[in-house]
């Protein structure tokens, strides 16, 4: 689906998410319906991550629009974090730092 | 890394509120435990849009495959159903925090006029639901001319 150039306003809708905790890191998984991959904007700025929304989903006159913001913290490695969007659903997956990671220390006999 | 760690095993704060803990402990924090009070995450899920040769509906269905949606229209009813389910979870993974709802659902709309059941049209994309319906040639509007 195309995003409409020129929409004069928008309405801000939060997504839904779930944050899933893995030894690797953590996964972001955000329902944004509507959502198509140019209306897509993720940045990282001062340990804060911003996720914009484009869709082509109209209420009245005005477009719909996801917006949503997580703070992270220093352990996620943030040059990695990658992102994929499939059949509506946003799917983050924030790694943590080599160091921040749990290692299992085996006790030898 | 583990002095860092270390620091705040000393300090006693009665007031810290779980949402500090939250933060500490999950090593993200938003409106999760906040703001999710404030303003409940959502987005529409549902909207009809009709002129005089059809009605459309679009019905937000994010992670939805189309084989897991059925559709059915009975004169001037339109079902809905549909199920997913959850992420499923790996080996050492857990849930910090859940917002996203799954399972079943059914939904009934009743349509502002009469449709041609066998001409309706539905696509999914993007996980919108588009539903284009047109309507019964009775029930558009006719203009009549008033004859002297």
Same mark, same amino acid.
């Given at each position: 689906m195309a995003v409409p150039q020129k929409v004069s306003e928008y309405l801000d809708f939060a997504p839904p998410?779930? /944050?899933?905790?893995?030894?690797?890191?953590?996964?972001? /998984?955000?329902d944004v319906p509507g959502a198509c991959k140019d209306g897509l904007n993720i940045n990282v700025e001062s340990g804060e991550l911003n996720l914009t929304a484009d869709t082509c989903v109209k209420r009245g006159d005005k477009a719909v629009r996801y917006k949503r913001t997580?703070?992270?913290?220093?352990q996620i490695d943030v040059q990695n974090i990658k992102a994929k969007l499939e059949n509506g659903v946003l799917n983050l997956m924030l790694p943590?730092?080599?160091?921040a990671r749990v290692h299992r220390v085996k006790i030898e006999a | 890394m583990l002095a860092k760690r270390n620091d705040n095993w000393g300090l006693f704060q009665p007031w810290r509120t779980v949402g500090d803990l939250h933060k500490e402990f999950l090593g993200l924090f938003d409106e999760l435990s906040e703001g999710?009070?404030?303003?409940?995450?959502?987005? %529409? #899920?549902l909207n009809l849009n009709e002129d005089e040769k059809e009605i459309v509906i679009q019905m937000a269905l994010p992670g939805y495959n189309s084989d897991q949606i059925e559709i059915e229209v009975v004169s001037n009813f339109l079902v809905i159903r549909g199920e997913r389910s959850g992420p499923e979870l790996g080996k050492g993974e857990r849930f910090l925090h859940q917002e996203r709802s799954f399972g079943?659902?059914?939904? =009934?709309?009743k349509? %502002? =006029?009469?449709? #041609?059941?066998?001409k309706v049209k539905a696509k999914l994309v993007d996980g919108i639901?588009?539903?284009?319906?047109?309507?019964?040639?009775?029930?558009?509007?006719?203009?009549? #001319?008033?004859?002297?």
């Open positions: 998410a779930d /944050v899933i905790e893995n030894p690797a890191g953590l996964k972001l /998984v955000l997580f703070q992270l913290s220093d943590k730092h080599e160091h | 999710f009070n404030r303003f409940r995450a959502s987005y %529409p #899920k079943k659902f059914e939904e =009934s709309i349509l %502002p =006029s009469k449709v #041609k059941s066998s639901l588009t539903i284009t319906m047109p309507k019964l040639e009775e029930e558009k509007a006719q203009t009549i #001319k008033i004859t002297e």
